[in-house]
């Protein structure tokens, strides 16, 4: 019994003193000092203010100066801090300098003896620091302050390729990828390298919702020219919605494999895999999708220079008009998929065919241009290469003699009345 009102009194007096131990504040208010130039004298910095100097909210006396500085604080939540100097200092005025040189909160307050100064961000998570008491603010005083922000974050650090070192603040943590913990609110410098070569150095800033960094690609590149048919189409890389630019367009791209993709309109595109390597220098892409034929006129059993006319039943697309100016013996033309009007002309006649232009239409169309008011032998006909149906009838027949005015049946076969019949 004795052992267990000794526990209980243990836990009465051990455990309050682990519930009331002190956590650090989020937000830590240091370092606040009047400033003085050298020798002590007044701050040199009064004699060079932007503006008239502000009264304190009386209109009595000249407001002091307190100039806020931010330690790992991101510029967005150093924006939205809010400060309070108790009763007796009510602020007069408060000015944004942070995207000036001296990314600074400039407060203007009434001058006393007995301020406090305490500091809250209300900016995603709420934030209070710690309180500062009996600050002696004199009129046309200038006093500095720094406001540091205690807030610690894991953050990830990725590269491609991988294992390539990564120096934080000067301090090697590790090969990528790699998640140092503890690391503070606020702006941190990078320098990646790989086998004693420096990579990338650059200044990263950590805050809430922003402690991935993992874009940073080391690949070697090499600059592709990218053109199409048609040109003018949009280049996608990668499954990306960013655009590149318009072909034709020189792009960089890392060593490796790449999706390009070449879009005209919705139902005009071109996906390619890319691998680029040493050799890679030009790739061509085709969004609309077309297909080689070639156009021929004959003419009493031989070709001739005939000429053509292309009219695309499906759109506005028109071939060349270089193509098509001069009689010739065939044409070959490389036609987008669709529906076309084809005409071929010669020595006064023509022909016409309409055909589907596709992936597995025919490749090669023949005219049989048929001569006027002149006979046509069976060879110079023009015939349908597939023939479909037959006829079938039965025929009987039979000779008859007319004379002096009489018919008379002859008998073909040797009797009377033989008719000759069959299937024909």
């Known amino acids: 019994m004795k052992k267990i009102v000794l526990f209980f009194l243990f836990a009465i007096v051990v455990l309050p003193g682990y519930s009331q131990e002190k956590q650090e504040d989020q937000l830590q208010l240091h370092s606040f000092k009047e400033s003085r130039s050298l020798g002590g004298l007044e701050n040199i910095g009064t004699r060079f203010f932007d503006g008239e100097w502000p009264k304190d909210v009386n209109g009595d006396k000249d407001c002091a100066w307190v100039r806020v500085t931010f330690e790992n604080m991101p510029i967005d939540d150093a924006a939205n801090v809010k400060f309070n100097f108790g009763n007796s200092a009510p602020i007069k005025e408060t000015r944004n300098r942070l995207n000036y040189d001296e990314k600074e909160i400039w407060i203007f307050v009434t001058p006393t003896d007995a301020a406090i100064m305490e500091a809250q961000l209300d900016h995603g998570t709420i934030a209070k620091s710690n309180r500062l008491y009996s600050l002696s603010l004199k009129p046309k005083g200038v006093y500095d302050v720094v406001l540091k922000n205690n807030k610690t974050a894991t953050i990830f650090i990725s590269s491609n390729p991988t294992g390539v070192t990564v120096l934080m603040d000067d301090r090697e943590i590790g090969r990528t990828p790699v998640q140092p913990s503890g690391v503070s ?8 390298t790989k086998d004693g070569k420096m990579l990338k150095k650059e200044t990263i800033e950590v ?4 402690i991935r960094f993992d874009s940073y690609d080391f690949r070697e590149r090499k600059v592709v020219h990218l053109e199409s048919d048609p040109s003018g189409a949009d280049i996608y890389v990668d499954g990306e919605n960013a655009l590149k630019g318009r072909t034709p367009m020189d792009l960089e791209l890392p060593y490796g494999l790449h999706s390009i993709v070449a879009v005209v309109s919705a139902d005009k595109r071109d996906t390619l895999a ?12 085709r969004p609309v999708k077309k297909k080689s034929v070639e156009l021929y006129a004959s003419y009493q059993g031989g070709r001739v220079n005939a000429r053509l006319d292309v009219s695309n039943l499906d759109g506005s697309y028109t071939v060349d008009p270089d193509e098509l100016k001069e009689a010739k013996p065939s044409y070959h033309l490389n036609l987008p998929y669709g529906r076309y009007k084809f005409r071929m002309s010669y020595a006064g006649n023509y022909k016409e065919k309409t055909a589907r232009v596709k992936a597995n239409s025919q490749s090669k169309y023949e005219f049989l241009i048929k001569p006027k008011n002149s006979i046509v032998w069976p060879w110079q006909r023009e015939y349908d290469s597939a023939p479909m149906g037959f006829s079938m009838g039965y025929v009987t027949k039979q000779w ?25």
């Open 274 to 285: 890319l691998t680029v390597g040493d050799n890679t220098s030009k790739v061509m892409l």
């Open 400 to 424: 008859v003699t007319s004379g002096e005015g009489s018919r008379v049946k002859e008998d073909v076969w040797g009797r009377e009345n033989k008719r000759l019949h069959g299937l024909r």
């Open 185 to 192: 609110y606020g702006k941190h410098s990078l320098v990646f």
């Open 207 to 210: 805050a809430d919702g922003n």
